[in-house]
């Protein structure tokens, strides 16, 4: 079947020509209040990204993914493997809040929050106008030979690319093995760390490759979260839109003409002047309705804007607006579906929040040694061998840390000494024997519940089990 006329566009992307190649976009420079306030909002999440490994709260970073060491510091909070399952909860928290907020405002975040969008847009693009200038200048430096202003451009233009993409790399790496490491390392010299150095040319290369070349391709074709639009998007979303309604009227779209009487007419209020295309920085018509590959930056929304102002008309002809609210003038409403998601997520944040708090700085692990049976000792005391692990999810070290039966009347010896210490953010193995005299047993396997005391402290209690002879009774 043939596609229809009307949906044409949608067989094709706007970055591969008809013959499979790269179609390069030169977007135009964008302008206009929701740039203004997109710079904004990027400068500031922008100085977050580059600090936010180099601030502690309490002794830890504010924000670290060493997945490496397998250790996370999300908003200071230290996450260890053994708090996998928080981090599991604090994942789909995340997945159900960008789905709820996909559902009722499309892909605001691509917009205005995601990483790519905020380095291509805000930063790279930015210095590709100041070096090679607006879009039609960089149409006709593209096309020039390379003559001394052509490689003077692109060698400067592609000597900073690389050095913020350094830049980033270096904070990837923060994040990645934490700043103090990253700090030390840069002290040593970079080749004290070769590993270190190869990893960090390697992320320098991924970022030229993204930013200076694959770019809005990343939003296109890579990015899982754009293909998830169909599913999540319905009538009611707001995303940036043309209101067809308005821009075509009776007549459809016509060029402008001075002092024409537009609304008798019945010609649309879109004067076809394609400004809404050329500055796309994905390349596409945003008048051919919701789209995969609109990222919703309204860089559209501001040129149209400024078109309209110009010839007199009302702005808003592309404006943030659902299908209902162009074709039946609806209002917003928070649907079923939005309730929905809005309370799933209270309660995943609520069961959080409770799990967060009630976690407690050390972790004990008590294990009978595999293979070991018991032993009986002088007077009917049966003694068990067991491993144990106590991991401090502290900044402070703990000190005076010792054991004490606190189900049964028993001892607690460990082989090396009566007590010992764990280091901050660390951990402290060693071997401990529990001894109990078989009257207090209540068969031949008993559940023991364990204290772990700092000095006199109950810091942490665990359980482990406690063998025994079989008792016939
Ligand atoms: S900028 Fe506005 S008036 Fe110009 S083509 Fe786009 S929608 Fe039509
Ligand atoms: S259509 Fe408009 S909002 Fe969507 S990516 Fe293009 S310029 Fe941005």
């Known amino acids: 079947m043939e596609t229809p006329e009307n949906e044409k566009f949608r067989d094709s992307i706007a970055t591969v020509s008809a013959e499979g190649k790269r179609s390069w976009i030169f977007p135009k420079k964008p302008a206009g209040a929701y740039y203004k306030y997109r710079k904004l909002l990027s400068y500031f999440l922008l100085l977050f990204l580059f600090a936010a490994p180099f601030i502690k709260v309490g002794g830890n970073q504010f924000l670290m993914f060493n997945v490496l060491e397998r250790r996370f510091n999300i908003f200071g909070f230290p996450f260890w493997p053994q708090d996998f399952h928080l981090f599991v909860i604090m994942m789909i928290i995340g997945v159900v809040f960008v789905i709820f907020f996909t559902v009722a405002f499309g892909r605001i975040f691509c917009g205005w929050i995601c990483p790519q969008t905020i380095f291509m847009e805000m930063v790279f693009r930015r210095i590709e106008y100041w070096i090679d200038g607006d879009r039609t200048k960089q149409m006709k430096l593209d096309k020039m030979p390379w003559n001394a202003e052509k490689i003077r451009k692109r060698t400067l233009k592609w000597t900073i690319f690389f050095i913020i993409s350094f830049f980033i790399a270096n904070i990837f790496l923060a994040y990645l093995i934490g700043s103090d490491k990253l700090i030390s390392y840069i002290q040593a010299g970079p080749f004290t760390n070769a590993s270190t150095l190869i990893a960090l040319l390697i992320f320098t290369g991924a970022f030229y490759f993204v930013f200076a070349w694959f770019r809005e391709q990343v939003c296109i074709i890579a990015c899982p979260y754009g293909r998830l639009q169909g599913v999540l998007l319905d009538n009611k979303s707001i995303v940036v839109a043309y209101d067809h309604k308005r821009g075509e009227k009776e007549k459809g779209r016509f060029k402008f003409r001075k002092n024409e009487d537009r609304a008798a007419s019945g010609k649309g209020d879109c004067i076809d002047c394609f400004q809404c295309v050329h500055v796309c920085p994905t390349g596409i ?5 919701t789209q995969l590959e609109c990222v919703n930056c309204t860089a559209c929304i501001d040129a149209c804007d400024s078109i309209m102002e110009k010839v007199n008309l009302p702005k808003g002809l592309i404006r943030y ?153």
């Open 285 to 289: 018509d945003i008048r051919n309705g």
């Open 321 to 473: 607006a659902s299908e209902d609210n162009i074709e039946k003038k609806a209002k917003f409403t928070f649907n079923a579906r939005l309730k929905g998601y809005t309370a799933v997520l209270i309660i995943l944040i609520s069961v959080f929040l409770g799990m967060l708090f009630l976690r407690n700085d050390l972790e004990a692990n008590v294990l009978r040694l595999p293979g070991q049976l018991y032993e009986r000792k002088d007077n009917n005391v049966i003694s068990n061998v067991y491993t144990f692990k106590l991991v401090n999810k502290t900044t402070q070290r703990i000190e005076d840390v010792n054991f004490k039966l606190l189900s049964h009347n028993g001892n607690i010896k460990m082989v090396k000494s009566s007590s010992l210490e764990v280091p901050e953010q660390g951990l402290a193995e060693g071997t401990l024997f529990i001894e109990i005299n078989q009257a207090a047993l209540s068969g031949d396997k008993d559940r023991l519940k364990i204290g772990v005391y700092s000095g006199d402290e109950l810091i942490e209690t665990t359980t482990t089990a406690f063998l025994g002879p079989r008792t016939y009774k």
